[in-house]
């Protein structure tokens, strides 16, 4: 037997914490069960005149540690929707001390915790699809245990979970209202609009997550929709009709999206042509159960973008705005309008150039069929609630989680290759190739188009990549 002198440099297997390419993967799992569990307290206290509820809490704590983590690498790189995430927020703040003064500061600093916290947190916890992949069922499973407290609400109006903590703690607003004969569901939310919403965030994701199980995605379809409609909002009915039809489209046609982008820019101009109301009033009136309230949140959208070009910069803060003496509520049923009412257009475009910048970095992402699959319902999901957030406002909890929702999707092209880095004096090919494949990107992407990676399975982690030979 001859014993080498020579050092190994073959590449050894990552250590377990390292494969999501910053916090240990157990720690990113406790971290992501505990925000949800946040989400879903709908408990209060009042700490130097701000309400801090649970997830605040969470965020108040996380948000410099997880800002610090990505900047030093460790939730992957820093790219421009980090950036202007991040000025979107200072505007924010600046808006807010400019009109309310020093006095609101701490009010202005949770804002930006709530919108850049959210943020990070789906940046720094999902570094994987396993993490994806966990997050919708945690998600799905919060929906199953809410399900029998959903349901007594819906027939009887008690909310039981509130009614339960409203002994020890200050517990969020009870909306009460009914439609159909049936009372409208908040669940652990401070309105039924902002429960129905969250639901419908699973919809596409159902499809993909668990593609070729149908008997799964039924089930968990049957629940993600029974949970939307116990709110009786439209909105959020709207978002899960619009993920549906985009699912179809999706399998009808094979993905070809520029094609429905082009029939809808079409259909767009048509309307606008053909019709005396624009398409976005049309939008708004059909997205309601109510046609008096479509009539007024139509009112809504003309005084307010009327108020925004009247106070272009920083908007108008807080304070009311002008309207009507009959429009006697304040109410702005549109994230995207009161954004730019309140914090002026630099805040909203700034808002939406990281959201666009993050959408095209994982459009253009170079993915294998697993990471594609995800990818998809990811996008659709998205996008159902982008076009929701037209008609309705979102705040406090749902806030946090549709910005940790937009963070997470960076995981699709910031995350780490799957095997450690050799040394570059000459590893043998297979730990080379080893290095190259990544659960999330394509063959081609690592440059042999020869090569075929096992399938991204339980079975098969991240530090196997590479070892078995797809030649």
Same mark, same amino acid.
């Given at each position: 037997?001859?014993?080498?002198?020579?050092?190994?440099?073959?590449?050894?297997?990552?250590?377990?914490?390292?494969?999501?390419?910053?916090?240990?993967?157990?720690?990113?799992?406790?971290?992501?069960?505990?925000?949800?569990?946040?989400?879903?307290?709908?408990?209060?206290?009042?700490?130097?005149? %701000?309400?801090?509820?649970?997830?605040?809490?969470?965020?108040?704590?996380?948000?410099?540690?997880?800002?610090?983590?990505?900047? *030093?690498?460790?939730?992957?790189?820093?790219?421009?929707?980090?950036?202007?995430?991040?000025?979107?927020?200072?505007?924010?703040?600046?808006?807010?001390?400019?009109?309310?003064?020093?006095?609101?500061?701490?009010?202005?600093? #949770?804002?930006?915790?709530?919108?850049?916290?959210?943020?990070?947190?789906?940046?720094?916890?999902?570094?994987?699809?396993? !993490?994806?992949?966990?997050?919708?069922?945690?998600?799905?499973?919060?929906?199953?245990?809410?399900?029998?407290?959903?349901?007594?609400?819906?027939?009887?109006?008690?909310?039981?979970?509130?009614?339960?903590?409203?002994?020890?703690?200050?517990?969020?607003?009870?909306?009460?209202?009914?439609?159909?004969?049936?009372?409208?569901?908040?669940?652990?939310?401070?309105?039924?609009?902002?429960?129905?919403?969250?639901?419908?965030?699973?919809?596409?994701?159902?499809?993909?997550?668990?593609?070729?199980? %149908?008997?799964?995605?039924?089930?968990?379809?049957?629940?993600? #929709?029974?949970?939307?409609?116990?709110?009786?909002?439209?909105?959020?009915?709207?978002?899960? %009709?619009?993920? *549906?039809?985009?699912?179809?489209?999706?399998?009808?046609?094979?993905?070809?999206?520029?094609?429905?982008?082009?029939?809808?820019?079409?259909?767009?101009?048509?309307?606008?042509?053909?019709?005396?109301?624009?398409?976005?009033?049309? %939008?708004?009136?059909?997205?309601?159960?109510?046609?008096?309230?479509?009539?007024?949140?139509?009112?809504?959208?003309?005084?307010?973008?009327?108020?925004?070009?009247?106070?272009?910069?920083?908007?108008?803060?807080?304070?009311?705005?002008?309207?009507?003496?009959?429009?006697?509520?304040?109410?702005?049923?549109?994230?995207?309008?009161?954004?730019?009412?309140?914090?002026?257009?630099?805040?909203?475009?700034?808002?939406?150039?990281?959201?666009?910048?993050?959408?095209?970095? #994982?459009?253009?992402?170079?993915?294998?069929?697993?990471?594609?699959?995800?990818?998809?319902?990811?996008?659709?999901?998205?996008?159902?609630?982008?076009?929701?957030?037209?008609?309705?406002? #979102?705040?406090?909890?749902?806030?946090?989680?549709?910005?940790?929702?937009?963070?997470?999707?960076?995981?699709?092209?910031?995350?780490?290759?799957?095997?450690?880095?050799? !040394?570059?004096?000459?590893?043998?090919?297979?730990?080379?190739?080893?290095?190259?494949?990544?659960?999330?990107?394509?063959?081609?992407?690592?440059?042999?188009?020869?090569?075929?990676?096992?399938?991204?399975?339980?079975?098969?982690?991240?530090?196997?990549?590479?070892?078995?030979?797809?030649?």
């Amino acid at each position: 037997m001859t014993i080498s002198s020579q050092p190994d440099t073959r590449a050894a297997p990552p250590a377990p914490q390292a494969q999501g390419g910053g916090l240990p993967e157990v720690w990113r799992r406790r971290l992501l069960a505990m925000f949800l569990l946040t989400l879903l307290l709908p408990i209060q206290l009042e700490v130097a005149s %701000l309400r801090l509820s649970p997830y605040r809490f969470y965020l108040l704590l996380a948000t410099i540690p997880f800002a610090l983590a990505l900047v *030093t690498g460790r939730g992957g790189r820093v790219v421009p929707a980090d950036w202007a995430m991040f000025l979107a927020v200072v505007w924010i703040f600046l808006s807010l001390v400019y009109h309310h003064g020093t006095a609101n500061i701490p009010y202005a600093g #949770i804002t930006g915790v709530e919108l850049f916290g959210g943020y990070l947190a789906g940046r720094l916890l999902i570094r994987t699809p396993q !993490d994806y992949r966990r997050f919708i069922r945690y998600f799905l499973t919060a929906l199953l245990l809410l399900a029998p407290f959903a349901a007594v609400e819906l027939f009887t109006g008690r909310m039981i979970i509130s009614e339960l903590l409203s002994r020890v703690f200050t517990v969020g607003a009870n909306e009460e209202g009914t439609r159909l004969g049936l009372s409208r569901v908040q669940a652990v939310f401070q309105h039924p609009i902002l429960w129905g919403l969250f639901c419908s965030l699973a919809a596409a994701n159902v499809f993909y997550v668990y593609k070729g199980r %149908l008997a799964r995605i039924a089930l968990r379809m049957s629940l993600v #929709i029974g949970m939307t409609f116990s709110s009786l909002s439209a909105g959020p009915l709207l978002s899960v %009709l619009f993920q *549906t039809l985009l699912v179809i489209w999706h399998f009808l046609t094979g993905g070809r999206w520029w094609l429905l982008i082009s029939i809808c820019i079409g259909l767009y101009i048509l309307v606008d042509l053909a019709s005396n109301r624009t398409p976005v009033t049309i %939008l708004i009136s059909y997205a309601t159960f109510n046609p008096v309230s479509a009539w007024y949140r139509i009112n809504i959208w003309e005084y307010g973008t009327a108020e925004v070009m009247r106070h272009p910069l920083l908007g108008i803060g807080l304070n009311d705005w002008q309207r009507p003496a009959w429009m006697v509520h304040p109410t702005v049923d549109n994230f995207w309008l009161l954004m730019a009412m309140r914090y002026g257009l630099p805040a909203l475009g700034l808002l939406i150039v990281g959201l666009v910048a993050n959408l095209a970095a #994982i459009v253009r992402a170079r993915l294998d069929e697993a990471g594609r699959t995800l990818r998809n319902g990811y996008l659709i999901a998205l996008a159902g609630v982008m076009l929701t957030l037209g008609t309705v406002h #979102i705040w406090d909890a749902l806030l946090a989680a549709i910005m940790f929702y937009i963070g997470a999707g960076a995981f699709f092209y910031t995350a780490p290759e799957p095997a450690a880095k050799v !040394d570059q004096t000459g590893p043998p090919p297979a730990s080379r190739r080893g290095a190259e494949d990544s659960p999330t990107r394509s063959p081609e992407a690592a440059g042999d188009p020869r090569r075929r990676p096992l399938p991204y399975t339980r079975a098969h982690p991240p530090q196997q990549y590479g070892k078995t030979s797809g030649r």
